[in-house]
């Protein structure tokens, strides 16, 4: 993407907030594979349901800093900063949540949860990905993304330089 000039359609058609709405969707409509009783499944569907949120907030917050190419930095800067309360989730879709899916590990590390917490984390965060591989021909298009123009190149270069 980047060697080639680039860039992923913004806004996607298919954004992370639909992604995740879709999910939770998904988790509150599937009866569960092997529940010892309707509580424990409500219980274990509203903690999925909390950490998927937590995985929006989290993209939310680190989009800008840590999940964007130098180069996509100009476009976020056009498509969300200068558009007021735009969240990043509401604009980008799945390729830069799985940008944060390969941050997770990280994040977690460098958090103060406990290892069960941790454990929950990342039993959700592979559910989660099944999901996505299941339905990978709805959230992953191939036509994505775009050349980007050479005034495009060159402010983003001056944003970089700056």
């Known amino acids: 993407i980047v060697n080639k000039k680039r860039l992923f359609r913004i806004p996607a058609k298919v954004t992370v907030t639909n992604i995740i709405d879709q999910y939770i969707s998904h988790l509150t409509t599937t009866p569960p594979a092997n529940s010892s009783s309707a509580d424990n499944s409500s219980v274990k569907k509203s903690l999925a349901v909390e950490v998927i949120r937590g995985f929006g907030d989290y993209f939310?917050?680190?989009?800008?800093?840590?999940?964007?190419?130098?180069?996509?930095?100009?476009?976020?800067?056009?498509?969300?900063?200068?558009?007021?309360?735009?969240?990043?989730?509401?604009?980008?879709?799945?390729?830069?949540?799985?940008?944060?899916?390969?941050?997770?590990?990280?994040?977690?590390?460098?958090?103060?949860?406990?290892?069960?917490?941790?454990?929950?984390?990342?039993?959700?965060?592979?559910?989660?990905?099944?999901?996505?591989?299941?339905?990978?021909?709805?959230f992953f298009m191939k036509k994505s993304y775009y050349n980007a123009s050479p005034e495009y190149v060159q402010k983003n270069a001056k944003l970089i330089a700056s």
């Open 60 to 138: 939310n917050v680190s989009l800008g800093s840590q999940l964007l190419y130098s180069f996509e930095r100009y476009q976020y800067k056009q498509d969300c900063e200068s558009a007021g309360a735009v969240q990043p989730c509401d604009v980008y879709g799945s390729q830069h949540l799985l940008r944060l899916m390969l941050k997770i590990g990280d994040y977690l590390s460098a958090s103060k949860f406990s290892d069960a917490h941790v454990k929950l984390v990342e039993d959700q965060l592979e559910d989660f990905l099944v999901y996505l591989n299941t339905n990978r021909s709805m």
